[in-house]
């Protein structure tokens, strides 16, 4: 699916990762190869980002959000092999629903284009 927007909820263990168009939402979760919490290997987690980034292929926007430090850690690993997958902002929270998710980024996408596509004047 193309579409110019997407979201993706992740902590170190999955991604939820939600493209979307004002009709349609297609999601697709990517899981951690590692099956302990902390682990910490930095192999298996470049492999997780990079399964994330591949299912990203084809949006122009994507907003990361999440309830850790993995989602500021995608986001700096996008910049420096993924160019590609344009990360705009990341945004802390809980553990939403997919729906709930897809709504928090319709809204916070929204207000970015009124904005002028500057993520420094949504928050």
């Known amino acids: 699916m193309t579409t110019f927007h997407a979201v993706v909820w992740m902590d170190h ?3 939820h990762v939600l493209m979307f168009d004002r009709e349609h939402v297609e999601s697709q979760r990517v899981k951690s190869r590692t099956h302990h919490k ?3 290997k930095q192999n298996d987690t470049a492999a997780m980002y990079a399964d994330i ?3 990203l292929e084809g949006t122009h926007e994507v907003l990361v959000t999440g309830p850790g430090i993995a989602r500021d850690e995608f986001r ?3 910049k420096q092999h993924h160019a590609h997958v344009n990360v705009v902002d990341s ?4 553990h939403p629903t997919d729906a709930q998710v897809v ?3 319709r809204q ?3 207000k970015l284009d009124n904005m002028g596509a500057d993520p420094a004047l949504v928050k």
């Open 13 to 15: 263990q999955e991604a």
């Open 38 to 40: 902390h682990q910490g």
């Open 103 to 105: 709504a928090m980024a």
């Open 53 to 55: 980034a591949k299912a």
């Open 108 to 110: 916070y996408f929204k």
């Open 91 to 94: 945004v802390s929270s809980d």
């Open 76 to 78: 700096d690993w996008c």
